[in-house]
């Protein structure tokens, strides 16, 4: 089946430093990757959607300088948070949309990260 | 766009027993309902899909119902089992692919042994 990987699964880091979180389709190619927040207890929150190739497109309330998204090929996307802060800690997870469709029409999840800005 | 709402948040049985979450939707465009089982600090892992075509699909002790004209969609489980525990969100989404799947608030199922 298809399969997306994500890295890293945990990352601590200090406020005001960047991360970059990866995702990795692995036997598809993924045209469009979706990010998601999920906070605990919550429901997945919808941050941004990236097209291979072009710019990402950003939900309402949702920094693009501070996450950027890179989707360069149709198996890699990047979110990158920038200048991080404690408010920034969360569980980031990807999904992934390919051409190519697994049986569950291609919303292929990550394993997720558990970000946290100390 | 769309709007999901999902019942109840918490949800707790007796293992053996049925548990049922319902969801309703707001954009009678969508066509495509599928049910997440997630695990703490796990990816959402898709348990069962319907599509608006179908009124009602089976999988072993999982079943998801259809009402289109009501536009709500109910995942229910029979038999159930400790391992059933966890959080289940619906989703709901018009034309899949190059659109970001609207999901429910969640609902934290809790099978007591």
């Known amino acids: 089946g298809a399969v997306v990987s994500q890295h890293p699964s945990r990352v601590i880091c200090k406020s005001g430093t960047s991360v970059k979180i990866e995702c990795r389709s692995l036997?598809?190619?993924?045209?469009?990757m979706f990010w998601y927040r999920q906070f605990p207890k919550k429901s997945l929150m919808l941050m941004a959607t990236?097209?291979?190739?072009?710019?990402?497109?950003?939900e309402q309330g949702v920094e693009k300088d501070k996450f950027l998204i890179n989707h360069a090929s149709l198996t890699l996307s990047t979110l990158t948070v920038t200048s991080a802060h404690p408010e920034d800690s969360s569980f980031y997870i990807c999904?992934?949309?390919?051409?190519?469709?697994?049986?569950?029409?291609?919303?292929?999840f990550g394993s997720g990260t558990r970000l946290t800005v100390v | 766009g769309e709007n999901v709402e999902q019942h109840p948040s918490t949800l707790s049985v007796q293992e053996g027993d049925s548990a049922v979450i319902k969801c309703t939707y707001s954009?009678?465009?969508?066509?495509?309902f599928p049910w997440y089982k997630q695990e703490l600090g796990k990816r959402p892992q898709l348990i069962i899909d319907?599509?608006?075509?179908?009124g009602e699909k089976k999988d072993q002790r999982i079943a998801v119902t259809l009402n289109k004209t009501a536009k709500h969609f109910s995942l229910h489980i029979t038999e159930t089992q400790p391992e059933d525990s966890a959080v289940y969100f619906c989703?709901?989404?018009?034309?899949?692919?190059?659109?970001?799947?609207?999901f429910g608030s969640g609902t934290r199922l809790q099978v007591q042994p």
């Open positions: 999904s992934a949309s390919g051409s190519v469709a697994p049986t569950n029409y291609g919303y292929t």
């Open positions: 036997d598809f190619q993924a045209t469009t």
């Open positions: 990236s097209n291979e190739g072009s710019k990402a497109t950003y």
């Open positions: 954009d009678s465009a969508s066509n495509y």
């Open positions: 319907i599509r608006s075509n179908v």
């Open positions: 989703a709901a989404i018009k034309d899949t692919g190059r659109r970001a799947l609207t």
